[in-house]
């Protein structure tokens, strides 16, 4: 419960510190497998400009 509160208090901040903060407590909270399907459907529920922007993100080409 603690880390699905830790998604929502991140949500609704949409701060950069929070997504790392984030990232940090899925890495420990979720087994691989599970950050995986997390992530995937996440990225899955973009239209094809967000999609976009997420894949720049990670080649670390976001401003």
Same mark, same amino acid.
């Given at each position: ?5 830790? &998604? #929502?208090? /991140? *949500?609704?901040? !949409?701060?950069? @510190? =929070?997504?790392?903060? !984030?990232? =940090? &407590? !899925?890495? &420990?909270? *979720? +087994?691989?497998?599970?950050?995986? %399907? !997390? +992530? =995937? /459907?996440? %990225?899955?529920? *973009?239209?094809?400009?967000? @999609?976009? +922007? &997420? *894949?720049? %993100? =990670?080649? #670390?080409?976001?401003?």
């Amino acid at each position: 419960m603690r880390t699905a509160r830790m &998604v #929502g208090y /991140s *949500l609704t901040t !949409l701060d950069e @510190q =929070a997504m790392w903060e !984030l990232a =940090a &407590v !899925l890495r &420990v909270r *979720l +087994a691989d497998a599970e950050r995986r %399907f !997390l +992530a =995937a /459907s996440t %990225f899955l529920a *973009l239209d094809r400009e967000g @999609q976009d +922007a &997420v *894949l720049d %993100f =990670a080649e #670390g080409r976001c401003p």
